[in-house]
């Protein structure tokens, strides 16, 4: 079989397997968030944390839960670092430095997972099961809470409340995360990943010496770092290392996992606004989206340009022989169209365009199919861009899902969109400018300034993989991708629920013959125009700068 062929049928394959699990998870998440019910764990953990499930919140105090939770997080998370080598289970590793500790805890809360350290050089079993592996847990839960808020506005009137953000929290933890969870964690268990709480062992190698092994509880961190779009791995290789993937047939149920919840949560969109079509018009644009990169990764990395290449069977530089090409750039799509982050590759080794697609993917703002929750949210605030254009060309107030867009909705939809650009651009332009970041770039040139671009992209869009040839972890890197990862997560957070509030005060407005239909193919194509045209403008003179330039000149 030709690698191309295996390629197409992985993909088939996927599709299927996604195809089989969209209506029953996506009814499944709209039962969960539409419920009044409350499960007994449920209630117990209400009481523990002193909320009060039935209460209804308007925006700025959804806000404040989201934030004041996620604070908790951080500070949580850091003084677990900090006190590592005084805790059990440490597997003798010192304590994480102070900048390091804050650049993970930022990190792993705002669900990004960058990782500048080695996982299994620096991570006790303390820190990766009671530290990290919670937050993929509840990172997650948050960014879905925040869509579901955001997707209930347009099924209510003049009420002004999201719905509760603690329970919205504590379904989304329960309901969903665990039970999936658990199950994907057997499957992995099953095809070879490894979950245990074994110490360091030292093994002998191939002509000689030796070398340290540890183990861990890796597949319970590995299905929650796929399936919450998370990302970080347990080993610094991630997701090429055998322990944490270790043949086609995992590795392509951890695809699996990672597009699961974004794309079923389009059903969940479609059931609670009273309209599956709406769902299935969004679906569309992030299926064409995804398979769209997906073939011109393929199509990238399965050139030929020598004998090398020639005999490879295309560019398997940094590449695992264990998935190809094809499980490789599937992979690599999945997770930079996603906030997952997750590695199989060597993204810095790809081809110069290979490199630009997964840095592109994620500036399109991760939302074919995004992240868990922050995918959603991101394509509903395209769509709103998608029909205030419709609205100036025709010349009509806009409207989506019986909801007027005015001067109010359009600031906020604005600056949410403009907030990760100027994120990523400026800080860039910073580390290249000043020459001790500078100093940690591997390489020069286009691939060099690809290397820090890739690294702020990450970092401000959540996602959390690298161009591994740039030295990270150092202060200047370790404290501004902190910063970046922190406002890159809560910032438009701000904005979508202060739009989600502006358009919970509305009334319906009534359907007529001028109301743009946007379940219909026409806005799928209308709304895939928006994201690139508007993706386009913003980044295109930075990407001409490092991956054209360097894919260009190869």
């Known amino acids: 079989m030709s690698p191309v062929l295996a ?24 039962r969960v968030y539409s419920s009044t019910k409350h499960l007994r764990i449920e209630r ?74 080695y996982g299994e050089q620096a991570m006790g079993h303390v820190v990766q099961t009671g530290g990290l592996a919670v937050q ?96 970080g791995g347990y080993f610094n290789a991630n997701s090429s290392h055998p322990f944490e993937n270790p043949d086609g047939l995992s590795n392509l149920f951890e695809i699996f996992l990672i597009l699961l919840i974004p794309s079923a949560m389009t059903r969940t969109f479609g059931r609670m606004v009273g309209s599956p079509e709406q769902g299935y018009a969004i679906l569309a644009t992030m299926a064409t989206v995804w398979l769209g990169f997906t073939a011109l990764m393929m199509w990238t990395e399965f050139s030929h340009h020598g004998p090398a290449f020639d005999l490879a069977g295309g560019a398997m530089e940094g590449k695992e022989t264990r998935f190809g090409i094809a499980g490789s750039s599937v992979f690599a799509v999945a997770t ?103 100093d940690s770039m591997t390489n020069t040139g286009a691939h060099g300034f690809s290397e820090i671009l890739y690294a702020y992209t990450s970092g401000a869009n959540n996602n959390g993989s690298a161009f591994a040839g740039l030295n990270a972890d150092t202060q200047w890197f370790n404290t501004t991708l902190g910063i970046v990862m922190l406002l890159g997560r809560f910032l438009p957070m701000v904005f979508v629920l202060a739009l989600a509030g502006s358009l919970a005060r509305q009334s319906p407005v009534p359907v007529t013959a001028g109301t743009l239909g946007t379940q219909k193919p026409i806005f799928s194509g209308l709304l895939l125009a928006t994201v690139v045209v508007v993706t386009g403008l913003t980044y295109f003179p930075a990407l001409a700068l490092g991956p054209l330039a360097e894919g260009l000149a190869s």
């Open 336 to 438: 930079t169209l996603t906030s997952t982050g997750a590695v199989n590759s060597f993204h810095s080794s790809y081809t110069g365009l290979g490199g630009g697609i997964t840095m592109l993917g994620m500036q399109l703002g991760e939302i074919a199919p995004g992240g868990v929750g922050s995918g959603l949210y991101g394509m509903l605030i395209t769509a709103i861009v998608a029909v205030f254009l419709a609205g100036l060309m025709v010349g009509r107030t806009p409207e989506y899902l019986g909801k007027r867009i005015g001067t109010r909705e359009i600031k906020f939809t604005a600056c949410y969109i403009l907030v990760t650009p100027a994120l990523v651009l400026c800080f860039t332009a910073a580390a290249v400018a000043l020459p001790t970041p500078a």
């Open 7 to 30: 390629g197409v049928l992985q993909m088939l394959a996927l599709v299927a397997a996604l195809a089989l699990a969209y209506r029953p998870l996506g009814d499944h998440m709209a």
């Open 136 to 231: 993929n847990f509840v990172s997650a839960a948050v960014g879905m809470a925040v869509a579901v808020a955001l997707v209930r506005v347009f099924a209510r009137s003049r009420t002004g409340e999201l719905g509760n953000f603690w329970a919205d929290l504590v379904r989304g933890t329960v309901r969903v995360l665990l039970p999936l969870s658990v199950v994907g964690a057997l499957v992995l268990v099953a095809t070879g990943v490894i979950q245990n709480f074994s110490g360091i062992h030292e093994v002998g190698q191939f002509g000689g010496g030796t070398q340290q092994w540890n183990g861990g509880a890796v597949a319970s961190q590995e299905v929650i770092k796929e399936l919450g779009t998370n990302g």
């Open 44 to 117: 117990w953990i209400y009481r523990a944390i002193g909320a009060d499930p039935a209460t209804g919140m308007r925006w700025p105090a959804y806000l404040r839960g989201v934030l004041a939770f996620s604070a908790v997080g951080v500070l949580f998370l850091y003084a677990l670092q900090r006190l590592q080598g005084t805790l059990p289970g440490s597997l003798g590793f010192a304590s994480i430095d102070p900048d390091q500790a804050f650049n993970t805890a930022a990190s792993f809360v705002a669900n990004t997972n960058w990782q500048s350290y």
